[in-house]
């Protein structure tokens, strides 16, 4: 069983940047599939960013590309989500996500909600005007 808890969010104005953090904690052996989804009032959950903790490999959002950064710190277990030139489009709920996978396997945004097996309370991003 993995715990995830999300940190981070707040209310900025347009152009601002963020750092969200997900800590992992529990039994985290082996490769995991990290992401980020968000989910604004009204709107479906939508993968953010994704990286395979294994391999490195990173996967964006075309909404984010550019502005946000996904990174991980194995050591302390965390998960990051750098967001930059925050748009009012942005505000939503930021949600952590994890799946076990073995080394290599498929980690993309495109990857369904269900595919996740661990997901964090969630952290509130709100991006005024």
């Known amino acids: 069983q993995v715990r995830l808890v999300e940190s981070g969010g707040g209310s900025v104005q347009a152009g601002g940047s963020l750092r969200l953090s997900c800590a992992a904690s529990?039994?985290?052996?082996?490769?995991?599939?990290m992401g980020w989804f968000r989910q604004a009032p009204g709107k479906e959950r939508e993968g953010v960013a994704t990286?395979?903790?294994?391999?490195?490999?990173?996967d964006y959002a075309g909404s984010v590309k550019g502005r946000f950064t996904i990174s991980q710190d194995n050591a302390k277990k965390t998960l990051y989500l750098e967001m930059n030139s925050l748009k009012p489009e942005d505000t939503a709920m930021y949600y952590c996500?994890?799946?076990?996978?073995?080394?290599?396997?498929?980690?993309?945004?495109?990857?369904?909600?269900?595919?996740?097996?661990?997901w964090g309370q969630g952290t509130q991003v709100s991006i005024s005007s």
């Open positions: 996500a994890a799946r076990s996978v073995t080394y290599g396997w498929y980690c993309s945004t495109r990857a369904t909600e269900a595919y996740f097996e661990y």
């Open positions: 990286i395979s903790t294994g391999t490195g490999s990173t």
């Open positions: 529990g039994d985290t052996y082996g490769s995991y599939c």
